[in-house]
Every structure is written in C-alpha cells, then in structure tokens.
C-alpha cells in the first residue's frame, strides 16, 4: 500500500482532497478552483514562526523583513476587552494582489496568532477571535504585491471581565 509522507493511505488523502473540492463546489464556492485548494491545503505549515516570542521575530521568520504601517490596512480590535480569551478582531484592506494576512499579539507567549494563505480572486477580509495573556499590541500584517503593510492597535485586557 502506498503511504503518503504523513503515514495515511495515498487512497485516503485522495477520497478526502476530492471531497473537499466537492464540498466547496456544492456550497456554491466557484471562485476557487480545484488546484487553488488543493494548492492551499497542501502549504508548508510555518512551524518555526509559530515557535517566536517576540512579534518582529515571527514576521521576519514567517516573511524574512519587516512591514511598513499602511492606512490601506483596517483593523477592527476592541479597546477594552473584558474576556482575553475571545478578543474578537478583524481585518480588511483595499490593496490589490493580497497572498496573505497574519495575526500578531506582541505579549503572548507565542506573538504569532494566526496565519491566513488567501487565494487569487478572494475578498482580503478576514475575522478571528484571539486568547490574550494580557494587554498588549495587537498587529496585522497583509502581504499584497510582494510588499508587507501593517496596521497596529493597543487592546487592553481587564482582569476578571470587570472592565476595570
């Protein structure tokens, strides 16, 4: 039996990729194209930028430089958060030829949050609930064009959910 490099069945990880492409088709999701997914499904997991402590250690492992500040970037982040267990963020842009956005949370244990690959022809729009340690920088970083563009914003995490 052929076995893939993660030990599971050759068969099996075909049946799986090929019901996915007809999930999504299903749903009505033409704008991705069956090697877009598999594409995605198959991208190199950024480990060692997972593993960083600090957040300009994760963005030059995952990119390899920094980010410059953009206004074309908007980060929607609460200014108080009562529950930094579930700090609700989101992100938008109007740059062009978006590959990618990350979430950053400069004084977690681990900065790097969340990685998102995006597909050609996919709306740049992205919302995620973070887990806070506590008050800190949150940073979004779009990769649009070859270029890295940040945007910035300070969430304040209260102790206990008592907004003080």
């Not at 991208?43 to 600090?54: M, N, T």
């Not at 938008?92 to 969340?114: D, G, K, Q, R, W």
Request: hydrophobic share 40%; aromatic share 4%; net charge positive.
């Amino acid at each position: 039996m052929t076995t893939t490099d993660n030990g599971f069945p050759a068969t099996r990880r075909l049946i799986l990729q090929g019901a996915g492409v007809v999930l999504l088709t299903g749903l009505g999701i033409h704008s991705f194209s069956p090697a877009a997914v598999l594409a995605a499904a198959n991208d190199k997991y950024p480990e060692d930028a997972f593993k960083q402590k600090g957040a300009a250690d994760a963005i030059k492992s995952l990119y390899g430089r920094a980010a410059e500040p953009s206004d074309k970037v908007k980060l929607d982040a609460p200014e108080i958060a009562e529950n930094g267990a579930v700090v609700p963020i989101s992100v938008s842009t109007t740059l062009t030829e978006v590959t990618s956005i990350s979430f950053l949370a400069s004084e977690n244990p681990n900065a790097l949050a969340a990685v998102y690959r995006i597909p050609p022809g996919t709306l740049p729009n992205v919302a995620n609930r973070l887990k806070m340690a506590k008050t800190c920088n949150v940073i979004v970083i779009v990769e649009a064009g070859g270029k890295l563009y940040s945007a910035t914003k300070e969430v304040k995490v209260t102790v206990g959910g008592c907004g003080g």
